[in-house]
């Protein structure tokens, strides 16, 4: 099975200071994605990767920076936390895309619900 | 661009009952579409998805859903409800080059006894 774990499932963190989400996967995936899940919005996506050193922004990358040194760990970094971060912060594994057919499936870790005060 | 609008972001029903989670998509290419269910305080777990092939998919627990290109739809049901069944359900597609998914904003089944 593939498994994708969080470094924290729950946080809590002060305003402006510099947050670390840690996510990795043991599936030898070449995708990694962030996305934050808030009540009505589903899952928005903030950056993603496909490959090492690799990153593309999502929908919503504003506030956030991401890092991937290696293959297996993406790291979500809010420079400054601010209180409108407070979330449920996914992270997703996928094999490569099925080229112009579309994507394959994502594998979840179990979630972070960030408090930013 | 491609989005995806589930119908209802509550829906209850009666276990034993059959279970309906609406789910429709835009798209300009034949999309892939998935099911996922989330259980309260767990990631998001694969239910079903649609790639090629027989517009009926069968998922895990029972669930399944149709694809229904002339109407862009892709319902979930299942014949019967359990208590178990009762999470947040996201719909998903992903119809263009590349590896995103976008998602729908889910769908919080609740189960009465």
């Known amino acids: 099975d593939v498994k994708v774990t969080q470094s924290s499932r729950y946080l809590v963190k002060r305003t402006g200071e510099k947050v670390f989400l840690e996510c990795v996967q043991d599936?030898?995936?070449?995708?990694m994605f962030w996305y934050r899940q808030d009540p009505g919005l589903g899952l928005r996506l903030i950056y993603f990767?496909?490959?090492?050193?690799?990153?593309e922004k999502g929908d919503i990358p504003e506030g956030y920076s991401v890092s991937r040194e290696k293959k297996e760990r993406f790291s979500l970094i809010l420079e400054s936390a601010s209180t409108n971060q407070t979330s449920m912060y996914l992270c997703?594994?996928?094999?490569?895309?099925?080229?112009?057919?579309?994507?394959?499936?994502?594998?979840f870790g179990p979630g972070t619900r960030l408090t930013v005060l | 661009a491609q989005s995806v609008t589930q119908l209802g972001s509550h829906v209850s029903v009666s276990e034993g009952a059959l279970v309906l989670l609406r789910c429709n998509y835009s798209?300009?290419?034949?999309?892939?579409l998935f099911w996922y269910v989330q259980y309260p305080n767990q990631g998001l777990q694969l239910l079903l998805k649609?790639?090629?092939?027989?517009?009926l998919v069968k998922g895990i627990n029972g669930f399944e859903a149709e694809f229904k290109k002339s109407e862009t739809s892709f319902h979930l049901t299942k014949p019967s409800a359990h208590m178990s069944d009762a999470a947040e359900y996201f719909c998903?597609?992903?119809?263009?080059?590349?590896?995103?998914?976008?998602f729908g904003g889910g769908t919080r089944l609740m189960v009465k006894p």
């Open positions: 649609y790639t090629t092939g027989a517009t």
């Open positions: 998903a597609v992903s119809s263009n080059a590349g590896n995103m998914l976008t």
């Open positions: 990767s496909y490959d090492v050193k690799m990153k």
């Open positions: 599936m030898d995936h070449e995708n």
């Open positions: 997703a594994s996928s094999p490569p895309g099925q080229g112009l057919a579309g994507a394959d499936t994502q594998y």
């Open positions: 798209s300009s290419v034949p999309p892939y």
